[in-house]
């Protein structure tokens, strides 16, 4: 597997799915949990949907939004490692966040490597190609074109406007959303183990699952991360491989 970074840290810690959206307790145990990864030396990554909705424009940035993406620029003048893997309710981070919040934002996915262990993080949200509802949703959510033009409006129409839309979509396409596709899941991380990878990460489906598997004498091991915002649990590589759920701060 190729690999897009060395990460020089003793371990690392990973989020998914914070889905903040106000300036409340879970957003500052996310700072917190910033703060700690920071003092730790460890490498943050953060696999999309940190907020409900993330726009890579300056103007389209929401009120309760402005104080964590400023607490996050100032840990990382700090030394805070921090990466990002967009996922679907992040749009177009990578030009405007890219070598200032973070040290990398992928559009889709991140090879690393820790200590000895490839790793693969990803979102998750296209993983279940039979849902082809979400990924028609998602080619037009995603169109730059659209983008660029919204950017342009003021964001008195654009913010409240995309968070009632936003409302709208959560009860929407119930048969996928209601069923963890575990089938699914694992046949994309045998796919991405036989490419190399030691560790596949993914977010999205709010669920927090562990397998374990081995293959010529190598561990292998692929998680999904729950809903941070649930119950505020990440997921901690350690140096040698070890791979853990834990609740944060610690």
Known sequence: MRIDIDIPCRHAIVVADAHLNADDEHTRAFLGLAEQALS???ALFLIG??????FGAVGLTFRFQRPVIERLRALRREGLMAFYIEGNRDFF?????EGDLFET???DS????IGDRSVFLSHGDTVNRADRAYR???AISKNRMAFGLASLLPSSIVLPLADRVEKRLKPTNPR???RFPETEIAAFADHTFDQGADIVLLGHFHTEFIRRTESAGRPRTLAVLPCWKEN????????NGKVSFDVAPR
Do not use: N, Q, T
Request: hydrophobic content about 45%; aromatic content about 18%.
């Open 105 to 107: 934002v992928a559009e």
């Open 110 to 113: 991140l090879r690393v490597r």
């Open 136 to 138: 028609f949703w998602k």
């Open 232 to 239: 505020h649990r990440c997921l901690v590589i350690e140096e």
């Open 93 to 97: 981070l990578k030009r405007p966040y």
């Open 176 to 178: 996928f959303k209601g």
């Open 40 to 42: 730790e030396k460890s």
């Open 49 to 54: 949907d940190i907020f409900d909705l993330w």
